[in-house]
């Protein structure tokens, strides 16, 4: 299997300007609410690599059910500290049998 890749796309240039490594035949995106974090579901390893959008690296990739062909971004808050801090955000790939939950980012 060949490893697929994530096209970061200049928007001034309307340009490919880096390309980032994640699993094998990569079919969904999604961004944590900041755009600080993408997450890339790759059906053909039945992972989901995490991507900093900053620096356009892989920092992590987990395993997930049977081929991700999609995630959503989720944000909460413990119940004891929901006034006092900010949304922690996870990432759940949809599968072909269950969805997976990340780990918080």
Do not use: E, K, Q
Request: charged residues 5%.
């Amino acid at each position: 299997m060949v490893a697929g890749l994530l096209a970061i796309v200049g928007l001034g240039a309307v340009a490919v300007t880096a390309t980032i490594a994640v699993g094998v035949a990569p079919g969904a995106i999604a961004f944590s609410p900041s755009g600080a974090t993408a997450y890339v579901a790759n059906n053909g390893t039945n992972t989901v690599t995490v991507v900093d959008t900053a620096t356009s690296t892989a920092t992590g990739t987990f395993t997930v059910g049977s081929r991700p062909s999609g995630l959503a971004v989720v944000t909460a808050t413990t119940p004891s500290t929901r006034a006092a801090t900010t949304p922690s955000t996870v990432a759940t790939a949809t599968t072909s049998s269950a969805a997976t939950t990340a780990p918080t980012t």
